[in-house]
Nanobody, 113 residues
Framework: QVQLVESGGGLVQPGGSLRLSCAAS????????MSWHRQAPGKQREWVAT???????AYADSVKGRFTISRDNAKKTVYLQMNSLTPEDTAVYYC???????WGQGTQVTVSS
């Protein structure tokens, strides 16, 4: 059974940084690409970033150059380092194995002064 636990969200001022974590279990983590998605109030969930099993990364244009996705296979954890945050980054952030349609509870990120 796939389980995903996101953490690290919070309230941050514009221009600030946060590091999100996603602890995964129930599947062979190191063999799966992992993705981060987000859903802002009143908007559809959107893709943010993906990291392949070999460490290659891809980003949505809206976060490219500001966000960095990484993984620690020993800890079965994927991270999202978010820098230069703007109010438009306010959303609930979710992670999941890219090829598995399952979601955790998400972690709320609020960017506001």
């Amino acid at each position: 059974q796939v389980q995903l636990v996101e953490s690290g969200g919070g309230l941050v001022q514009p221009g600030g940084s946060l590091r999100l974590s996603c602890a995964a279990s129930g599947f062979p983590f190191s063999s799966y690409a992992m993705s981060w998605h987000r859903q802002a109030p009143g908007k559809q969930r959107e893709w943010v970033a993906t990291i392949t099993s070999s460490g290659g990364a891809a980003y949505a244009d809206s976060v490219k150059g500001r966000f960095t996705i990484s993984r620690d296979n020993a800890k079965k954890t994927v991270y999202l380092q978010m820098n230069s945050l703007t109010p438009e980054d306010t959303a609930v952030y979710y992670c999941r194995p890219t090829s598995v349609m399952t979601w955790g509870q998400g972690t709320q990120v609020t960017v506001s002064s």
